[in-house]
């Protein structure tokens, strides 16, 4: 059984430990990129919320943990809106994946994924971000219409099972990967989150990637423990 599913909505949990209603954490934005003006909103409903659970302190790290995993997600949604319209349409949809990937990183590098993200306005595709309260905490979800390759799965499940057995990020400079093609540029995403998870007490079960039902959603709960102790 998934650890996420063990909790549930409860409204009365939140008005008796916080004197919050549900609509005071409920919140959704769907992004198309990162520097429309969303993302400002978005930090600006962190800090809101954080603020009346008293840890204002913990608006920058969950910030930047939200911030990375839709980066991550962007990407994707971007990968999936190049080989859906741009080599479908110029019939290269049959390309070698390490082959299309390096057009795909040149097409970015080019012009800043502002092409993608027109597209995914055209399209109407999207990240969308949702943070709702459960019985026991806070959960934010980031979805992405869309699930990874199996080059990238694997790479994905491979770096969260490797960062949870380090308590910062050295070992990465000391893993030499170059010329591992399935790399594809893995980055520090992953592991900085782990990082940053520890440093709040927090570990990598409060932490789920799931993709199923052509979807990929991060999950992210954050327990009571983690507010309570600046409430008493």
């Known amino acids: 059984m998934s650890f996420f599913s063990l909790h549930h909505r409860d409204e009365n949990a939140w008005e008796s430990r916080f004197s919050l209603k549900p609509e005071d954490i409920n919140f959704e934005l769907f992004f198309y990129d990162l520097y429309s003006g969303d993302e400002k909103k978005l930090l600006l409903r962190l800090r809101e919320v954080l603020q009346k659970l008293n840890r204002p302190d913990l608006s920058g790290p969950i910030y930047l943990i939200v911030r990375e995993l839709l980066t991550n997600s962007l990407k994707a949604l971007y990968k999936r809106i190049y080989l859906e319209y741009f080599l479908a349409e110029m019939g290269f949809s049959d390309l070698p994946y390490e082959d299309w990937l390096s057009i795909f990183k040149t097409e970015i590098d080019t012009h ?121």
């Open 112 to 232: 800043m994924a502002e092409n993608f993200a027109n597209i995914c306005r055209q399209k109407n595709v999207y990240v969308k971000f949702n943070m709702k309260p459960l019985s026991t905490g806070l959960l934010i979800e980031i979805i992405n219409d869309g699930i990874p390759s199996e080059v990238e799965w694997r790479r994905l499940k491979k770096s969260m099972k490797e960062s949870e057995k380090h308590s910062d990020m050295a070992y990465l400079f000391e893993d030499d990967t170059a010329g591992d093609k399935e790399q594809e540029g893995a980055g520090i995403g992953v592991p900085l989150i782990s990082v940053m998870l520890k440093n709040m007490n927090l570990s990598q079960n409060d932490f789920q990637v799931i993709a199923e039902n052509g979807r990929t959603i991060a999950k992210l709960f954050f327990p009571f423990s983690l507010f309570i102790k600046k409430n008493n």
